[in-house]
């Protein structure tokens, strides 16, 4: 069988602890973990989405992160500088792509309305909260739109 070895880093948040201060000034410790493990240790949605769309070997790495109440997240970083996000569940939430995202990505509604309105330039990013979506484009503009789709604003 083939195994693909990745660099893997373990990342646990804790919300009253004071070793680090990030740049929001809130407090979060992190206890990392370098080593090398199977990529296979992703949920196996998260799997079936990057096989779908990027070549393994182009994997750099990626990081478990464990946030208390949340629980856990992944991120997978590519070689040529492309991100993924996903939740506990392997769903992705966050996607960065400076060469522009992967067909079926956006949804259609989203890629319809930046097709219509923004014909010269792509989708480089897709980030989906709980109340919207917000899409960077290559051209510097970033749109908001609410979870159906329909445009709200230029953030």
Same mark, same amino acid.
């Given at each position: 069988?083939? *195994?693909?070895? $990745?660099?893997?880093?373990?990342?646990?948040?804790?919300? =009253? #602890?004071?070793? +680090?201060?990030?740049?929001?000034?809130?407090?979060?410790?992190?206890?990392?973990?370098?080593? $090398?493990?199977?990529?296979?240790?992703?949920?196996?949605?998260?799997?079936?989405?990057? =096989? *779908?769309?990027?070549?393994?070997?182009?994997? #750099? $790495?990626?990081?478990?992160?464990? +946030?208390? !109440?949340?629980?856990?997240?992944?991120?997978?970083? @590519?070689?040529? &500088?492309?991100?993924?996000? @996903?939740?506990?569940? &392997? !769903?992705?939430?966050?996607?960065?792509?400076?060469?522009?995202?992967?067909? &079926?990505?956006?949804?259609?509604?989203?890629?319809?309305?930046? #097709?219509?309105?923004?014909?010269?330039? @792509?989708?480089?990013?897709?980030?989906?909260?709980?109340?919207?979506?917000?899409?960077?484009?290559?051209?510097? +503009?970033?749109?908001? @739109?609410?979870?159906? &789709? =329909?445009?709200?604003? +230029?953030?």
């Amino acid at each position: 069988g083939l *195994g693909i070895v $990745s660099c893997k880093k373990e990342v646990t948040v804790t919300p =009253n #602890a004071t070793e +680090i201060t990030d740049a929001t000034n809130q407090n979060v410790a992190e206890d990392v973990q370098k080593s $090398s493990v199977n990529f296979t240790d992703l949920p196996a949605k998260a799997l079936e989405t990057v =096989n *779908g769309h990027y070549n393994q070997n182009n994997i #750099a $790495s990626y990081e478990v992160k464990t +946030i208390p !109440v949340i629980g856990k997240s992944y991120e997978v970083k @590519f070689n040529d &500088g492309a991100e993924i996000d @996903f939740d506990s569940n &392997g !769903v992705w939430h966050e996607w960065k792509d400076a060469k522009g995202l992967p067909k &079926g990505i956006l949804p259609e509604a989203i890629k319809t309305y930046i #097709a219509k309105n923004y014909a010269a330039t @792509f989708a480089t990013a897709i980030d989906k909260e709980s109340n919207k979506i917000k899409v960077d484009l290559a051209s510097g +503009i970033d749109l908001e @739109f609410d979870v159906n &789709g =329909n445009f709200v604003r +230029i953030d």
